[in-house]
């Protein structure tokens, strides 16, 4: 059994592109709609931006998107696909088979980072997944395939999930999911969430500066 933490990565654009290209389509899209393609500068986008946004004019924010790869546990992603406008590809525990040599023949769980290691609580949860392993590595084992031996993962299970949405749709998210718009995000939720915000926040003020933390 394996214990990691949670992560993420921005897989496209390319961090070191990230900026000069999700603020090149947008000044472009949004000028299309003044006709003033002719004011585009090197350092045009920026103020551009930042007063379309300021304006609440954010349908031209839909011209970009923003993939992420987020190593979560079952139960964050549980969540994340409840989002609409995004394109979604998870690892799959229908096709997976965790007693393969590729997976080290072993189960991975994301650490409840809100447990104490070695806590009680924290054993309970340690041993919980032990038993899971152990049970679904047996069934496995007994003849049952992956979409059956399924049933016994608990939420705990990392999984890895590749996220795409445009970037109004990742304001929208980053302000429930992070920032709390509409009360506390989960404690996992927001232990990737918040520091993608962050991470946006500094690459990309003028469109992600103006979020807030509520809750």
């Not at 004011?39 to 007063?51: L, Q």
């Not at 080290?104 to 104490?116: A, D, S, V």
Request: charged share 25%; proline share 5%; hydrophobic share 35%.
């Amino acid at each position: 059994m394996k214990i990691i933490e949670p992560s993420f990565e921005i897989i496209n654009p390319k961090p070191e592109e990230l900026r000069e290209r999700i603020y090149w389509v947008i000044e472009t899209a949004g000028r299309t709609c003044y006709q003033s393609e002719t004011d585009i500068t090197e350092e045009s986008a920026a103020e551009f931006i930042r007063r379309r946004v300021q304006e609440g004019h954010e349908s031209i924010l839909e011209h970009a998107v923003i993939t992420v790869r987020f190593i979560v546990d079952r139960g964050v992603s549980h969540e994340l696909v409840r989002h609409r406008l995004c394109a979604f590809s998870q690892e799959s525990t229908r096709y997976c088979n965790y007693s393969k040599g590729k997976f080290g023949n072993e189960l991975t769980f994301i650490r409840p980072f809100y447990l104490q290691e070695g806590s009680p609580e924290y054993v309970k949860w340690e041993t919980s997944c032990q038993v899971a392993e152990s049970t679904y590595l047996s069934m496995l084992a007994n003849g049952c395939k992956p979409e059956e031996a399924r049933a016994v993962l608990p939420n705990s299970l990392k999984t890895e999930i590749m996220m795409t949405a445009n970037i109004r749709e990742w304001r929208h998210i980053l302000k429930l999911r992070a920032a709390g718009y509409a009360g506390k995000p989960h404690p996992q939720m927001k232990q990737v969430m918040l520091p993608l915000l962050t991470y946006l926040q500094d690459v990309m003020p003028e469109i992600f500066g103006d979020i807030e933390m509520k809750g």
